[in-house]
């Protein structure tokens, strides 16, 4: 059972750069067909789909956040990070890595793995 643990700074001020990590516990995230992405939840808000990383590398990023994101991993430390710059007050929401497998579409916000979550507040 593939488990998610999400982790940051929590605090932020506007203009800054967001760092966050996602281990993942009881697989490997270059097994194949696996999907790991991002997502965020501002309060009061939908859940949003940033962007992923495949099991082969390749990265897909949300249109309108791509210009401020950057979805990486490091295989040896089966981690993966998402940075995020130019943070803005909007951008305060909990942040969630997420799993899904092939042939599930990766761009939505239904997976089947979660991380718990970790609160950003954007304020200076």
């Known amino acids: 059972q593939v488990q998610l643990q999400e982790s940051g700074p929590g605090l932020v001020k506007p203009s800054q750069t967001l760092s966050l990590t996602c281990t993942v516990l009881?697989?490997?995230?270059?097994?194949?067909?696996?999907?790991w992405s991002w997502l965020r939840q501002p309060p009061g808000k939908g859940l949003e789909w940033m962007g992923a990383i495949a099991y082969s590398g390749n990265t897909f990023n949300n249109p309108s956040l791509k210009s401020r994101t950057s979805i990486s991993r490091d295989n040896a430390k089966n981690t993966g990070y998402l940075q995020m710059n130019s943070l803005k007050p909007e951008d305060t929401a909990v942040y969630y890595c997420?799993?899904?497998?092939?042939?599930?579409?990766?761009?939505?916000?239904?997976?089947?793995?979660w991380g718990q979550g970790t609160q950003v507040t954007v304020s200076s």
């Open positions: 997420a799993a899904t497998i092939w042939p599930r579409v990766v761009t939505t916000t239904d997976y089947p793995y």
């Open positions: 009881g697989g490997s995230i270059t097994t194949n067909g696996y999907y």
